[in-house]
């Protein structure tokens, strides 16, 4: 095995890189890490001095890949002839990665906000904070929902770099602002629910969700 990702199977941008992985079906070396536990965070730090996960390293080419969008696009290197996630069209291309970094920076960035909120001191938190960033994944709810009638996916017809970015975002965002008063987002979500790649997904991070600090709806997935 030559592709290590370093991951945690509960972040969400984990999430997206896991989800790029089993569209394309390429087989990896999982290597998990709990940044609570010295032993394994050093482990990350010595591959990427930052600290951040996911990274993908490529052992076969000595290459350290950070960053969830960059390493989605590596994988679309590594299988040219597989559908790609990332459109060879530049114009595609582009509606893609406008897509992603939407999702990444205003539905994804404001959860963790709120979640990092969660977790603070009583004494430390922002609440004022937390409601902007609510009105956020508000705002990008419906500007969302006013685009997705137009495609398929969120990027176009096909199942793209800016979909793997949605799925977690969304999953997580909707347990804090509810999907289900934007009819167009809501009917895209249940299209993501019902991907083999999300799914799997949803369901292998289902053992850590003692993890998170925010209730579950009662009849979450």
């Known amino acids: 095995m030559t592709l290590r990702l370093f991951y945690h199977p509960f972040a969400s941008f984990c999430q997206k890189v896991l989800i790029a992985f089993y569209e394309k079906g390429i087989a990896f070396e999982r290597v998990p890490i709990d940044l609570g536990d010295r032993e394994q965070r050093a482990e990350l ?3 990427w ?3 951040k996960f996911p990274v993908l390293r490529d052992e076969a080419r000595d290459l350290t890949i950070p960053e969830s969008g960059v390493i989605i696009e590596y994988l679309d290197r590594l299988t040219p002839d597989a559908p790609l ?3 060879a069209d530049a114009d595609s291309a582009m ?3 406008i897509w992603e970094r939407f999702f990444d920076n205003y539905v994804a960035a404001p959860v963790t906000k709120v979640v990092i909120d969660e977790l603070r001191p009583a004494g430390r938190r922002d609440p004022h904070g937390v409601e902007e960033a609510k009105g956020l994944l508000a705002t990008a709810y419906a500007l969302f929902d006013g685009e997705i009638g137009k495609s398929g996916w969120a ?3 096909a199942f793209s770099l800016a979909d ?3 799925a977690p975002a969304l999953f997580y965002a909707n347990t ?3 999907i289900a008063g934007h009819p ?3 009917s895209y979500y249940e299209r993501l629910l019902g991907r083999p790649s999300f799914r799997r997904v949803i369901d292998e991070a289902r053992p850590h969700r003692h993890l998170y600090p925010l209730p579950w709806p009662g009849d979450y997935a």
Do not use: D, F, W
């Open 164 to 166: 793997c970015a949605a």
């Open 176 to 178: 804090m602002v509810p």
């Open 49 to 51: 001095g930052l600290a």
């Open 85 to 87: 996630l990332v459109p």
């Open 184 to 186: 167009r987002l809501a």
């Open 95 to 97: 509606r893609a990665r």
């Open 155 to 157: 990027a176009g017809e």
């Open 45 to 47: 730090e010595r591959v």
